[in-house]
């Protein structure tokens, strides 16, 4: 290794090239609630939005810089002193204030998007973090589309960088073409050359279009690199971005390889962090993920499950309580009070400050009604919905649904929008495709279904469906998720919590897509 600091900052970027994901969008409280379990899982950088994109992602980057108070938090900008002006005001209230700025080096990225010259790019880059430095401190510098530019030239761009006050040199593999032993050399040979080199933290940004995203992160981290830009399940971009969970259990499980070099993550908030963008964003994590996926940890073939009885280690790296799985066991029941409740909770890793305790409270009581048995993960879920369905035009109260073998099933719906209670009926070719129509009646908006899918929570026959589903108009996809012992419930619930974000869309987040956006 080339580097004396053994500490692996982990900047997380699930609320702003997370978000980019098909799907992904969140809103303002939704972000609030998401970077508050970031702080709590221990990331170091918060990248909370891209300020200049649109007035929805500077309020959220504003409202997210308000709402932490350990992690570095900073937004994303162009060269653009318009970028840079709206980035900074954005972060202004946070208690560690940043910001990372980034221009294009290949030349492809020169000559066919950006139209400029090589001297053009140094230039626009030293103006903008020259700009940035006078109002603060902590500068980030990303040269896009990195691993496909000329080596020389970026030796040359990041040398005027250091030059012009970036502490953080971000080296993005932005459209996952890198592969790790070529990736590593990279950094070794970008580390050693500028002048100032080994005064700044070096930065991997790795998408994952060919499955090595994680990997090219560890290879730039065995050669020096000091950040790793990741994010929760791995959302982001097409493929997505490396995955935190992946590369933070990584370096702890592979510490032969890795030696002194660690992260400061608290492994056990791991899953609850997954579960939690999962409920919000309605993208589910694929049964197989590594670390957070249902499978993850499970041990079907018998010779296995034989081992596993014997002796964990056989076939287990890691142990599932590290990463904050809970073991499936009994806690709650209809009888359990608001104390034991509580501190189930708290015992969970729950962060109360998003929680309105006395709506989560009364799901848990109405759940247990439902529910002989109330498991930790149907509390993780509960309170994740509690947490993230208050600022909702359209509210679900009720929904009943029949259905025979001659007649078509029909759905009568009951909804609040915007404070007025309405209802519809509606035919349709199963129970829920006929819950869903009644639904787009009463809120009046039509988008197509792209994806829905139902999964238990946990393994009883009365355990909570999980229903999620992806829906589009001609503008936008989102997703929308919901939780229920009735799995036409959830699937209602996802619709109705897709249909909140479809309008927030149009009415918040209108991001000029076309102008900008890395
Ligand atoms: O992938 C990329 O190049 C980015 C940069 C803006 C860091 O997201
Ligand atoms: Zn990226």
């Given at each position: 290794m080339t580097t004396t600091s053994e500490r692996v900052q982990i900047f997380d970027t699930t609320l702003r090239d997370g978000e980019q994901s098909p799907g992904a969008t969140m809103n303002v409280e939704e972000k609030i609630v998401i970077a508050r379990q970031l702080e709590k899982l221990g990331v170091d950088v918060i990248e909370a939005g891209f300020a200049a994109a649109s007035l929805g992602d500077a309020e959220s980057v504003a409202r997210v810089a308000d709402a932490v108070s350990a992690p570095v938090v900073l937004s994303l900008a162009r060269t653009k002193q318009a970028d840079i002006e709206a980035a900074l005001q954005s972060v202004a209230k946070a208690k560690r204030p940043g910001i990372h700025i980034f221009i294009a080096t290949s030349e492809l990225h020169l000559t066919r998007k950006l139209m400029m010259s090589h001297q053009e790019v140094i230039d626009a880059a030293c103006w903008a973090l020259s700009f940035a430095k006078k109002h603060v401190d902590h500068v980030e510098f990303s040269a896009e589309d990195a691993s496909r530019s000329d080596p020389d030239y970026l030796v040359q761009v990041f040398g005027e960088a250091i030059q012009a006050g970036a502490v953080v040199l971000n080296v993005p593999d932005?459209?996952?073409?890198?592969?790790?032993?070529?990736?590593?050399?990279?950094?070794?040979?970008?580390?050693?050359?500028?002048?100032?080199?080994?005064?700044?933290t070096w930065s991997a940004h790795c998408h994952n279009d060919l499955g090595m995203a994680v990997a090219n992160s560890l290879a730039a981290v065995r050669n020096g690199a000091r950040q790793i830009e990741c994010t929760v399940n791995g959302i982001g971009e097409r493929a997505g971005n490396t995955s935190l969970e992946e590369v933070v259990m990584a370096i702890r499980t592979r510490r032969d390889v890795f030696g002194a070099v660690d992260v400061g993550v608290r492994t056990e908030q791991i899953y609850p962090s997954s579960r939690l963008l999962s409920q919000i964003t309605g993208i589910p994590v694929p049964i197989n993920k590594p670390i957070v996926g249902d499978n993850a940890f499970a041990?079907?073939?018998?010779?296995?499950?034989?081992?596993?009885?014997?002796?964990?280690?056989?076939?287990?790296?890691?142990?599932?309580?590290?990463?904050?799985?809970?073991?499936?066991?009994?806690?709650?029941?209809?009888?359990?009070?608001?104390?034991?409740?509580?501190?189930?909770?708290?015992?969970?890793?729950?962060?109360?400050?998003?929680?309105?305790?006395?709506?989560?409270?009364?799901?848990?009581?109405?759940?247990?009604?439902?529910?002989?048995?109330?498991?930790?993960?149907?509390?993780?879920a509960l309170v994740a919905e509690t947490g993230v369905r208050t600022a909702d035009r359209y509210e679900l109260l009720d929904l009943s649904v029949t259905s025979s073998s001659t007649d078509a099933p029909q759905a009568r719906v009951h909804m609040r929008v915007d404070g007025a209670t309405r209802e519809e009926s509606a035919t349709g070719d199963g129970m829920v495709d006929a819950c869903f129509k009644a639904i787009s009646r009463i809120v009046g908006l039509h988008p197509s279904l792209e994806r829905y899918q139902v999964s238990a929570i946990t393994a009883d026959t009365d355990a909570q469906g999980e229903a999620s589903c992806s829906v589009k108009d001609d503008q936008f996809t989102v997703s929308g998720q919901g939780v229920h012992t009735d799995i036409i419930m959830a699937s209602a619930l996802a619709y109705v919590n897709a249909l909140n974000k479809l309008d927030y869309r149009h009415r918040h987040h209108q991001r000029a897509q076309a102008t900008v956006g890395p």
């Open positions: 932005t459209t996952g073409y890198a592969v790790p032993q070529e990736f590593g050399a990279l950094f070794a040979d970008l580390i050693a050359r500028p002048p100032g080199g080994d005064r700044v041990h079907e073939a018998g010779i296995h499950q034989d081992g596993v009885l014997k002796d964990k280690q056989t076939y287990e790296i890691m142990r599932p309580e590290t990463v904050g799985l809970a073991s499936n066991k009994l806690v709650l029941g209809k009888h359990s009070g608001r104390h034991a409740f509580a501190q189930r909770l708290q015992e969970l890793g729950v962060d109360f400050g998003g929680v309105d305790m006395n709506a989560a409270f009364t799901r848990f009581k109405a759940l247990a009604d439902r529910k002989k048995h109330v498991y930790d993960e149907d509390l993780v």
